[in-house]
């Protein structure tokens, strides 16, 4: 889909029966933008990872690329095969979960950029590289204490032992992955940086990343030469209270699908886990557990309809849910009226906090029904 394409689809459609997730593009370039400003030493790599955090990657990239991003971060080499054909040839695509067996030849035939995680990864990529008789680039990814991806510093060691590897691997840049960092003050973070510090100068010719969003903001210093928000892209600060000034960049509105007025005494919903305490006005909604709409919800959460915040009562069923609309005056609402679930008056962070998870959990949760519209300035074709 090229960029000049996907500007303010409008209109309905039978896609967005369960609701629009509108995702603003000016926005989402502005923060790019931002980042740039507060690591201005570094590049900004783009983290597009789970289709840019179930916002359509395929849109995104190259319109983050038309902003001039050329590095970009996904999980699995599929992702990275689904976005390579779109962005322009200078970019960078990088597969952060690793190079799994048997993949050398559809990696390097792309293009791609694997993350080398592990000594098997780095040995079977090396010897890729000999029998194909060309220098391969790789990013190697190393553990500073997540305990989660990368090689220990053994293992390092061992690698830059090992008889023709940097003549086989470029090794672009070595990377690692912060635990701690959005919790900014934890005496975790330093370690790492030094870890990181120690470990990557044995390879003085790679470029240097280690900071995620958190780290982007928390970090007085943003170490190395290129960082790797997603989040921050995406309009959410992982920090609280929020502090970057971001520009939001995602709606997600549902629909009034059925409007009653019961009694007192009533039951709603499964189990009957909420009893009208008074006569109420219900609203139900179009939107379940089955959109990512968390079921933890079920009488904790809210929706909005302009300034009204309206009450989830009972339990959020697989495709709807109930507000409580009492406070709207009757005949001003109906099936068919949009209601805000992620908007001006709840964020994604919000959300999360009310939920005790993280925001990336909720928006990567958020399904397949509904509709994904892009708006914002048309960009020039990269
Ligand atoms: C997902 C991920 C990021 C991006 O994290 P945000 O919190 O969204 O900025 C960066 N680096 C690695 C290794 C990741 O897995």
Partial sequence: ???????????????????????????????????????????????????????????????????GCRDFFVAHLAEALELVSGLPESARLYVL?????????????????????????????????AAAGRKLPAVLQVDTGMSRLGLGADELETLLRQPGFLDWVAVRVVMSHLACADMPDSPANAEQVRRFAEMASQLPEAEQSLANSAAVLGMSDCVGNLVRPGLLLYGIDPLSPATAGLHPAITLDARVIQVRSVQAGVGVGYDHDYVTPSPRRLATLSVGYADGWPRALGGKGAVWINDVCLPLVGRVSMDTCVADVTDIPAGCIQPGDKVELIGPHQSVSELAALLETAPHAILTGLGNRFERRFTGHALPQA
Avoid: F, H
């Avoid at 790019?32 to 783009?46: C, D, E, H, M």
């Avoid at 983290?47 to 902003?67: C, F, M």
């Avoid at 067996?101 to 694997?114: H, R, T, W, Y």
């Fill in 97 to 129: 979960n690793g190079l799994a067996p048997g993949m050398e030849s559809l990696c390097a035939d792309a293009g791609i950029v694997p993350v080398l995680n592990t000594l098997e990864q780095a040995r079977e990529w090396q010897a890729y590289a």
């Fill in 1 to 67: 889909m090229r960029p000049q394409e996907i500007v303010d689809q409008p209109g309905s459609s039978a896609a967005a029966e369960a609701g629009i997730l509108s995702i603003d593009l000016s926005a989402i370039i502005a923060n790019y933008r931002l980042v740039q400003a507060k690591a201005p030493s570094t590049r900004v790599g783009a983290v597009v990872k789970a289709d840019a955090y179930g916002l359509g990657a395929r849109t995104i990239a190259p319109v983050l690329a038309g902003a």
